[in-house]
């Protein structure tokens, strides 16, 4: 308990102002209490639980698949069966486990890292989860009415347009894509508030941790890329339901612009579940090489590089299509950029460990699975980038590989070094680090028996989408191969499930820094109180818990009867002003419910617009309703 | 060594009226979200207006230009009864408050009935053809945000009348104008698109 | 293989390669389908391209996996130890070096990448000169849920050859694929031949193909186009210049006479069948045109757009149940009777 070591006042004192901390920020009892919970750490973990269910059911897909793939002319899944499956999976993956956990981490780990005590917009955060749960629920009601989307993860049209895929399949997946974006851009423009203006005295711009810089450049991403992916499914849902011709070549529409669009979101979408990735890896790397991360300005400048970039890429993906050449080469161009933003935040990190004095923990060894997965899945990426390689490879399971290549190694191996990392803060214990390096080296091997046979497929011809094929194509033993991994990577999410289950219970007490890492979420208790900081800690370099503790500086004067914190200006982090931020309240479900509502009739009943747009601005009236008595003293 | 490692920060204010609130960033992203989606939708449709040879589709009329161009006046306006009404929430005028936001309300709502005639008077609908899905998404989305907007300055309108209100609403009256501005603002183009927009690329 | 130059080059160095790869890749065994098995000279140069890129970047891996490794077993550094210093920082000399290798390496990457982007700017603009010749053919195919309709170009309409999921071209001649689709987006791609190329309703989009060799090469829809996007293969069978005028002559003859009684009586049956609603047999009633072309059905490798091979047996599984063998298929099931079936099988067997 650092912290507490140079309060000057007397013990009795200190005691009254936990208490009050202690009442003004906890969440009251019971269920209601429960719905009504605004704090960072709870709404987190509702994330980060919910999509790693996400992830089991994505992944219970993926077998499925692998089963079906796994001998030729299999019968175990029709051709119908087989559609609705991959959809699922890509769409489950994507939207339903990678963002939303990615934003769960975040929500958990920006706050403590800045040093404050909640994000910005601590109901709109409640909002935010209540709505993705509302969407991943709607999804899967779909999947198990038989109504489960089945024209893939992107759901081009005219396939997925009216006249060819009739019913309301893609109208579950167009319509899952609004609620999960709608997520995503609360949690967006919380983080980027809370990044900006909540950050703890004296953490300039110069000071912020890689892992925020990181998830700042994938706000803003999500910000600018949304709105795309937005118009796309409003386009399909608009088409579909009320007639209009946005996507119908008969009427003048145009389906490839329907792909222009969506990828225009969906290339940003894929860094936007790299780039939190990449912080992770800075922060583990950091903490387990024990030394400063070598090279952080080139760092933080290849992580905003690569958010402007991925903007001006997204036509690699419709190569194919036949583009007049000269865009082509543009396009190629930009994606090989890409490659030197990525280097180079390899190259600091390897300098980082080179001369670093390494501590193995099972979190590094997933830094250096990652580093391996992804540096291939990344030069698979350069070739894809070429518009005469990829015409060939386009479209077969060579790109499968390449992106479960850069998704998995990319992001999911630094997501589960995270969760080795962080565990300790999260629940106070300390996961088996011994069961931690079996579980890596399982999901290891697993994933290259998996994945690299793929491309060799890819090569050799196999087109992706197909629920069979035929013996004579002589792609049998790759996809044995391919499904025997699968099972060893699930075989590796067990081990991982029993990790946690018992550490949680029967770890090793952590402490509050178990790794004597840098950042300042390990100032505080494991797991962190409600209030996370008894004082709000200060910057006084960038690696601030690194810094002798008689140096350590904290704020006091904030009120601990109410739940205030402090706004710093922008580039320097000066203290500005404090901000009360709202109690436990139960708007952001009844919002949600009215924007569920909304959303969901639509699909039904075009009037369900109006109808759910009234109770949500109802509903908004409440939220925002001034509360009396009116507290105006400072 | 105690006090010098202790930052007070008692003395600052416990509320601020402006662009450091957090709300206020909170609300300039927002503003960023729907004036991304605006420009990707004026995008697409010169990507399809450019794809044929003929624009309107035959059938379409041109839109009239005349009363959109005149109803660019009182919407200008209100913006400005907006800027007051923020100005007076920074210095906690009620009387300015209501006023500006009067006026805002007033002249939005003479803007918005000048729409509807002229949304009225259109003779294709959004299923007709591509263009038509176009400008009624346009209108649309346009209305929608203008609506759900002008609403909640109506709200606000009424909680500072009743006089019990504080910083936190006085920060709403604030952030309210800033996203006032920007669907004043974005309307602009919008309106050169689905009006001009014809007009102007039809001439080859 | 001798009027391309560069080629030879090209093939040892994939020759070199292969062998290398062999064990791993496997693909130069002649498989039906595949990438890096080329057949012409856009997919040649494409495999060039390929093993470039191949090679150099395999390198770069590997130059990077050994540095990776090597943190792991640096002197004075290893795991266990003391952190550094207070203040987290080895000494400033090392922190220079470093500083000047992770910048060379950072050039380096730039460098590599303009090679790389030269490498594929330049492939792709020679192949796209690779149609520019005098006596380039050209053939309209046209993507339908879930077979191939193909049209042969020609000036006189009454050569224009119409047939299905197959195409035959000459070789040594440049072949414009001219792609359009009827309903969704398909992808016309032939591995050995040349890259994908979408098919997209609205509009018209091109590809020059050309082999080398006589040979027979498979095809495949690339793109997701519905249920039965998994059996939507195609052949291209590339033939020298003689037998390829013959076959065409042979094909833009309107069906052949059946031979026998059993063929005639097939015939009959076939025309007073809703066969006709879809499919055309030219030089008979039949002119439905929802279903591909058979008039010279009997010639061809496959059913269906490459489900089963063409054998009278197949063919009699897929008329009495064609959505068992490709579900979701638009062709309907039409009641035939047993002894109806033998005389139908024949006739349309019989369609060389
Ligand atoms: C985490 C997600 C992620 C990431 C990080 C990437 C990274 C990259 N991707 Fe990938 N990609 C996807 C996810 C991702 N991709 C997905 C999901 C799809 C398919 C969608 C679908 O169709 O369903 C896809 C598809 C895709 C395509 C389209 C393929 C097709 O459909 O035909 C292309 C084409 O250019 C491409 C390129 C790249 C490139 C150039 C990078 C680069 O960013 C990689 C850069 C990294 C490195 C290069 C390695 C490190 C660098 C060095 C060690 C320096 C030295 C290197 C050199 C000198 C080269 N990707
Ligand atoms: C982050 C994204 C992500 C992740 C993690 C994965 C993970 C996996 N994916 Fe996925 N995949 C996609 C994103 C992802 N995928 C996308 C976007 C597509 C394209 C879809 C489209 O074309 O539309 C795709 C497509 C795709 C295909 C191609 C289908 C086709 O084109 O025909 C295949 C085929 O093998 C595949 C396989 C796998 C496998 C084996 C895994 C494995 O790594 C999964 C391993 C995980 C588990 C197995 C979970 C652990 C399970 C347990 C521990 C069981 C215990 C259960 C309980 C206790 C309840 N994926
Ligand atoms: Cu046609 Cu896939
Ligand atoms: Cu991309």
């Not at chain 1, 499925?64 to 175990?76: E, G, S």
């Not at chain 1, 050449?325 to 190259?347: C, P």
């Not at chain 2, 009363?67 to 200008?76: H, M, R, V, Y």
């Not at chain 2, 501005?181 to 927009?197: D, L, S």
Request: overall charge neutral; hydrophobic content about 50%.
């Amino acid at each position: 308990m650092n912290q507490t070591e140079p309060i000057p006042n007397s013990s009795e004192r200190e005691a009254q102002a936990l208490r009050d901390l202690e009442n003004s920020w906890q969440t009251p009892r019971g269920m209601i209490g429960w719905l009504s919970c605004t704090t960072h750490q709870a709404i987190g973990m509702r994330y980060i639980v919910t999509a790693f269910i996400f992830l089991l059911a994505g992944g219970i897909e993926a077998l499925l698949i692998r089963l079906q793939l796994a001998l030729p002319n299999n019968t175990l899944l029709g051709p119908d069966r087989y559609n609705e499956i991959f959809t699922t999976h890509g769409t489950t993956m994507m939207f339903l486990f990678a963002v939303p956990m990615m934003e769960g981490m975040a929500v958990y780990l920006v706050p403590l890292m800045l040093g404050t005590r909640n994000v910005a917009f601590p109901r709109l955060n409640a909002f935010g989860y209540w709505i993705y749960l509302a969407g991943a629920i709607f999804l899967y009601w779909g999947v198990f009415t038989n109504t489960a989307p089945d024209a893939g993860w992107f759901s081009y049209p005219p396939l997925s347009g009216p006249a060819y895929s009739p019913g309301k399949r893609v109208d579950f997946w167009a319509q899952m894509i609004t609620f999960t974006e709608v997520s995503a851009m609360c949690v967006a423009s919380e983080l980027i508030a809370t990044i900006f203006k909540m950050r703890a005295p004296g953490m300039s711009l110069n000071r912020i941790p890689l892992y925020c810089w990181s998830m700042l450049v994938q706000s803003f991403m999500v910000i600018f890329a949304m709105p795309a992916v937005m118009i796309a499914s409003s386009y399909l849902l608009s088409d579909r339901t009320v007639g209009t011709h946005f996507v119908n070549p008969a009427e003048g529409g145009d389906p490839l612009l329907y792909q222009h669009v969506f990828w225009l979101f969906g290339h940003p979408e894929v860094y936007i579940i790299f780039i939190p990735a990449l912080g992770f890896v800075s922060s583990i790397v950091t903490a387990n090489s024990r030394r400063e991360i070598f090279g952080y300005p080139g760092m933080v400048l290849s992580i905003v590089a690569t958010g402007f970039i991925a903007f001006g890429l997204w036509v690699h993906h419709m190569f194919a299509t036949g583009l007049p050449q000269i865009g082509e080469a543009y396009f190629t161009a930009a994606s090989m950029m890409i490659a030197v933003t990525s280097g180079v935040q390899i190259f600091c990190w390897i300098a980082t460990l080179w001369t670093g004095r390494l501590r193995m923990t099972a979190a590094l060894h997933f830094v250096f699975g990652f580093i391996a997965i992804f540096v291939l899945g990344g030069l698979t990426g350069v070739i894809l980038a070429s518009v005469s390689l990829d015409v060939q490879v386009h479209d077969t399971f060579f790109v499968v590989a390449h992106f479960h290549y850069v998704l998995i190694g990319g992001a999911l191996f630094p997501l589960f070094g995270a969760f080795y990392h962080w565990f300790p803060k999260i629940t106070g214990r300390l996961m088996n680090e011994a069961v931690g390096k079996l579980n890596f080296w399982i999901l290891f091997i697993g994933f290259n028996l998996t994945f690299f046979p793929m491309h060799i497929l890819g090569l050799k011809g196999m087109t992706r989408r197909i629920y069979t094929y035929g013996s004579e194509m002589g792609w049998e033993l790759g996809n044995i191969l391919a499904t025997i991994g699968a099972f060893i990577i699930a075989a590796g999410g067990v081990v991982f499930l029993i990790n946690i289950f018992l550490s949680r219970n029967r770890g090793e007490i952590a402490g509050d820094n178990p790794w004597d890492a840098d950042s300042f979420e390990w100032a505080a208790a494991s797991p962190p109180k409600s209030y996370n900081f008894e004082y709000l800690p200060v910057a006084t370099s960038r690696y601030p818990l690194w810094v002798a503790a008689s140096e350590r500086t904290f704020v006091t004067g904030l009120r601990n009867d109410r739940r205030e914190v402090l706004v710093t200006t922008l580039m320097d982090a000066e203290p500005h002003h404090r901000l009360v931020l709202p109690r436990s309240s139960l708007w952001p479900l009844l919002t949600a419910l009215a924007v569920t509502i909304g959303f969901i009739g639509s699909v039904f009943n075009a009037w369900y617009i109006t109808y759910g747009s009234i109770l949500t601005g109802l509903a908004f009236v409440g939220w925002f309703w001034p509360r009396l008595p009116v507290e105006t003293k400072p | 060594m105690i006090t010098q490692n202790m930052i007070n920060v008692e003395h600052l204010e416990p509320s601020d009226i402006s662009s450091q609130s957090p709300l206020w960033w909170g609300q300039v992203c927002i503003v960023a979200i729907e004036a991304t989606m605006f420009s990707i939708l004026m995008a697409a449709y010169f990507y399809v207006r450019l794809s044929v040879d003929v624009w309107p589709p035959a059938g379409d009329q041109f839109p009239h230009t005349l009363l959109p161009s005149i109803a660019l006046l009182p919407l200008i306006l209100s913006a400005f009864g907006s800027y007051w009404a923020s100005q007076a929430a920074k210095k906690n005028d009620r009387t300015g408050m209501l006023l500006g936001m009067g006026l805002n309300i007033i002249l939005a709502t003479v803007f918005f009935v000048m729409r509807i005639i002229e949304w009225h008077s259109l003779n294709f609908n959004w299923q007709t053809d591509a263009q038509g899905s176009y400008v009624w998404a346009f209108l649309g989305l346009h209305s929608f945000d203008y609506v759900a907007d002008l609403a909640f300055t109506i709200v606000l309108f009424f909680i500072v009348l009743s006089g019990r209100y504080a910083e936190k609403q006085r920060l709403g009256v604030h952030v309210d104008s800033v996203v006032w501005y920007f669907i004043v603002a974005i309307w602009i183009p919008i309106y050169v698109v689905i009006y001009w927009g014809p007009q102007i690329v039809e001439t080859q | 293989m001798t009027k391309r130059n560069g080629e030879k080059g090209a093939g040892l160095k994939g020759a070199v390669f292969c062998a290398y790869a062999f064990v791993l890749f496997d693909a130069c065994a002649g498989h039906q389908q595949s990438a890096v098995d080329p057949a012409g000279p856009q997919s040649g140069k494409i495999a060039v391209l390929w093993w470039f890129f191949f090679g150099l970047l395999t390198t770069i891996f590997l130059i990077v996996m050994v540095f990776t490794l090597l943190t792991l077993t640096r002197r004075g550094h290893r795991s266990g130890q003391e952190p550094l210093n207070a203040s987290h920082l080895p000494p400033g000399a090392d922190e220079k070096e470093l500083t000047r290798i992770v910048a060379a390496a950072t050039i380096a990457t730039v460098l590599i990448l303009f090679v790389l982007l030269i490498a594929s700017v330049s492939t792709g603009k020679s192949i796209s000169e690779l149609g520019d010749k005098k006596n380039g053919m050209v053939i309209e195919v046209t993507g339908n849920q879930w077979w191939w309709h193909v049209r042969y170009w020609n000036d006189d309409p009454s050569q224009m050859l119409v047939t299905a999921n197959e195409i035959h071209i000459p070789t040594g001649r440049p072949v414009m694929i001219r792609g359009m689709s009827q309903d969704v987006i398909h992808s016309f791609w032939v591995p050995n031949l040349h890259g994908k190329r979408d098919l997209i309703p609205s509009r018209v989009t091109t590809e020059w193909i050309e082999a080398d060799q006589p040979g027979i090469y498979r095809g495949q829809c690339a793109e997701y186009c519905g249920l039965q996007h998994a059996h939507m293969a195609l052949w291209v069978i590339a033939e020298p210049q003689a037998k390829f005028d013959s076959w065409m002559k042979h094909q833009l003859r309107p069906a052949s006479p059946p031979g026998g009684p059993t063929g005639e009586r097939g015939k009959q049956i076939f025309l007073n069948s809703a066969c006709i609603y879809c499919h055309s047999i030219r030089g008979t009633a039949a002119g439905g045109q929802t279903g591909p072309d058979l008039t010279h059905f009997g010639s061809r490798r496959s059913i269906a757009a490459g489900t089963l091979p063409n054998t009278i047996g197949n063919l009699g599984g897929w008329i009495t149940d064609p959505q068992g063998i490709k579900p979701g298929t638009h062709m309907a099931t039409i009641p035939v009777s047993s002894e109806d079936l033998q005389p139908l099988l024949e006739y349309i067997e019989g369609l060389k």
